[in-house]
């Protein structure tokens, strides 16, 4: 009896130090943005576990599309926890893939990750307020299973309302627009939605960033000893933390400008003026803090529309056309023209109906599209 004890507990020592590959990237789903018409490149994070302190200088390979297994160029490897942890990277081209990668001990496989599928195509972070997030009249989501989304963990699942990561829990236009733009570009899409309702641009300042006057909504800002205000800056650190959860991305898709246009106290109006300087120092510092590539541009839509009596600010739409003139963003869509029945509430709302969901995803595409294709 206490030999077959021995014997059980030998045996299962020896299965508990088998090596162990595990993936943080790619992740199932993920999307991976190209950086030309035809190809990307593929992110790996691994960490082997059941290695002794021996195995500091790793060796792994990897197996594309049950292709031929080649070497993964390493960027980075050491020792965390126990553990070995290695980044390489690994070139695809655009659209569906399935990879397996493998780590290697003296030529020889010691631990195997099962085939993960991934994309190679375009990503877009989406970041305002209410109309870039979930706050649209009717939940929809994306016909074609190669429009994907970010959830905050950094997990990838099927485009479909209400978005993870945003605001609301009612409809958006993401679904819409990843349609139509994996159909034109035919290529894979990939969102990490970010857009926080009735938020000023004042709240996405970084914080302790300063401004004389507050918001409408004054939860995420504060006031300071000298009776200024400053931003708290937690929705500017969850807006890094999401760039930063890519390796890269196309551009970010500002939707935002109704909590600073016209308030009913007019003393939370922002000027012009201070919205276009706020917004430019946003997009400046989130290329600084989360080591954005230059490839990776900001389009700013018009955005001032409180409803029929109030169809848009002259001053804060002027702010946002400022920074396409002086190339600080690209121009996005005027979604203030989107009136009438493309509206909730019969019209009389500030949020889109169903069929205005369509026409804003509909508007977003005609600026991006034109430009994407002219990307070499």
């Not at 993936?23 to 593929?42: E, N, Y």
């Not at 994309?119 to 016909?143: D, I, L, P, R, Y």
């Amino acid at each position: 009896m206490h030999a077959r004890l021995a014997l059980f507990v030998g045996l299962a020592s020896l299965v508990a130090a088998e090596p162990t590959l595990t993936l943080d990237s790619p992740r199932p789903q993920q999307v991976f943005q190209r950086a030309d018409q035809r190809t990307g490149l593929v992110k790996v994070w691994a960490e082997v576990a059941g290695q002794d302190d021996r195995y500091h200088t790793p060796a792994a390979e990897y197996r594309l599309d049950e292709g031929p297994w080649r070497k993964l160029s390493l960027t980075s490897f050491g020792r965390m926890d126990g553990k070995t942890v290695f980044a390489g990277m690994f070139p695809a081209g655009t659209g569906a893939h399935a990879v397996e990668i493998r780590a290697l001990r003296e030529g020889k496989p010691i631990a195997t990750q099962p085939a993960v599928k991934f994309f190679v195509g375009e990503v877009f972070v989406v970041a305002g307020q209410s109309n870039s997030a979930n706050h649209g009249a009717a939940k929809t989501k994306a016909t074609s299973d190669q429009v994907l989304t970010q959830t905050p963990k950094g997990d990838w699942q099927a485009c479909a309302d209400p978005q993870p990561g945003a605001s609301g829990g009612g409809g958006s236009f993401l679904p819409a627009l990843g349609d139509e733009l994996q159909k034109r570009l035919g290529v894979p899409i990939g969102f990490i939605p970010c857009g926080i309702g009735a938020t000023s641009v004042r709240e996405w300042l970084p914080s302790g960033a300063p401004f004389p006057n507050p918001p409408t909504i004054v939860s995420r800002v504060r006031k300071t000893a000298d009776g200024q205000w400053e931003s708290d800056g937690k929705a500017y650190a969850m807006l890094v933390k999401r760039m930063k959860s890519v390796p890269s991305f196309r551009a970010v898709l500002w939707h935002q400008g109704e909590s600073d246009a016209n308030q009913k106290d007019a003393t939370r109006t922002l000027s012009g003026k201070l919205y276009a300087d706020y917004l430019q120092t946003l997009i400046t510092r989130t290329r600084k803090d989360a080591l954005v590539l230059p490839s990776a541009h900001w389009f700013v839509a018009q955005v001032s529309y409180h409803g029929p009596d109030d169809v848009g600010s002259k001053d804060i739409r002027a702010a946002q056309a400022s920074l396409w003139k002086d190339k600080v963003a690209l121009e996005g869509p005027d979604s203030d023209a989107l009136r009438g029945p493309l509206r909730d509430n019969g019209g009389k709302g500030v949020h889109f109906s169903a069929e205005g969901l369509k026409a804003h995803a509909h508007a977003w595409a005609e600026k991006l599209v034109p430009w994407i294709e002219a990307q070499r």
